[in-house]
T-cell receptor
């Protein structure tokens, strides 16, 4: 149990719709990173939020956006869903310092039909 | 282009066997290498390696980093069915806690 919680656990959406995924970070952690894990692949870095500011972004289009709140919880928003967005979305909570580990939530399984 | 490559992609062994999983990387601004175990959804942290040649151990698992060869290995001795999982190698680069993952090695341990 990492203390990182994500909601919902599963979600089915139709192509073109929008979705919001949520993550509560571990107590004391001010950094949340989001990853997309397609079936049979390793997690891919989407972006990171540190103290409510975006602090790095992977190779994902602008329709992937996020927020971090004063309590350091975070949201991932995806607009104009595509079939290829179907994946497990993981958030990782950390201190945001180099050479420290990150702790993952259980993930949200998104299916786009 | 940055890349992290794990091998083998999958492995089936019998209980009691010893396995070695490999991870090689080509990443700019390397900071550390991490190993995670993923059984169902959430990857769980195993090791973080920052210095070359220093082995980290936790029970039957151990890992070592070779910065000269840009690689790491994860060893599991006396495997048990509970070790069945996907083992992910991740490299931390640049700004803190931003990880670049390999595809993973799927390990199946049969009784």
């Amino acid at each position: 149990e990492t203390g990182v919680t994500q909601s919902p656990t599963h979600l089915i959406k139709t192509r073109g719709q929008q979705v919001t995924l949520r993550c509560s970070s571990q107590s004391g952690h001010n950094t949340v990173s989001w990853y997309q894990q397609a079936l049979g692949q390793g997690p891919q870095f989407i972006f990171q939020y540190y103290r409510e500011e975006e602090n790095g972004r992977g190779n994902f289009p602008p329709r992937f956006s996020g927020l971090q709140f004063p309590n350091y919880s975070s949201e991932l928003n995806v607009n104009a869903l595509e079939l290829d967005d179907s994946a497990l979305y993981l958030c990782a909570s950390s201190l945001g310092l180099p050479n420290t580990e990150a702790f993952f939530g259980q993930g949200t399984r998104l299916t786009v039909v | 282009e940055d890349k992290v490559v794990q091998s083998p992609l999958s492995l089936v062994v019998h209980e009691g066997d010893t396995v070695t999983l490999n991870c090689s990387y080509e990443v700019t601004n390397f900071r550390s290498l991490l190993w995670y175990k993923q059984e169902k959804k959430a990857p769980t942290f195993l090791f973080m390696l920052t210095s070359s040649g220093i082995e980290k151990k936790s029970g039957r698992l151990s890992s070592i980093l070779d910065k000269k060869e840009l690689s790491s290995i994860l060893n599991i001795t006396a495997t048990q069915t509970g070790d069945s999982a996907i083992y992910l190698c991740a490299v931390e680069r640049g700004t803190g806690n931003q990880f670049y993952f390999g595809t993973g090695t799927s390990l199946t341990v049969i009784p």
